[in-house]
């Protein structure tokens, strides 16, 4: 529920996940899409995949520890608990590191008026 909550406020706060442009009324669009929306789009989704990664795989770890502690010397469970702590370790270094791949090459491609879009 809290994660339902933050996510609400981050799609509140940036518009949404999407691109706030090509809005057609009356067959005509108003606002129509450039590179700058483009790029607002990068910055959404990236942003919103670190937000939602980032408590899922928390969540994740917390879960193959309390699995580790409560295995009470069962193997299997142990086994079970630590390949769980270790894929989401994994997968949350695979987020993070490819959000900074991304953030690099865009502040090195991007001119500095754009880089305001992707914090």
């Known amino acids: ?11 509140a706060e940036s518009g949404t996940v999407g691109i706030p442009c090509g809005v057609a009324v009356n067959g005509v669009i108003e606002n129509p899409c450039d590179y700058a929306d483009f790029l607002i789009l990068i910055g959404n989704i990236f942003r919103y995949l670190t937000l939602v990664a980032v408590p899922l795989a928390t969540a994740a770890i917390v879960y193959g520890g309390v699995l580790m502690v409560i295995s009470a010397g069962n193997d299997g469970k142990r086994s079970e608990a630590k390949g769980i702590i270790k894929t989401a370790i994994t997968g949350l270094v695979i987020i993070l590191a490819s959000y ?20």
Do not use: E, G, H
């Open 1 to 11: 529920m809290v994660l339902l909550d933050q996510l609400i406020a981050f799609a």
């Open 100 to 119: 900074l791949i991304v953030k690099t090459i865009f502040n090195a491609l991007v001119t500095d008026s754009f880089k305001a879009l992707f914090p």
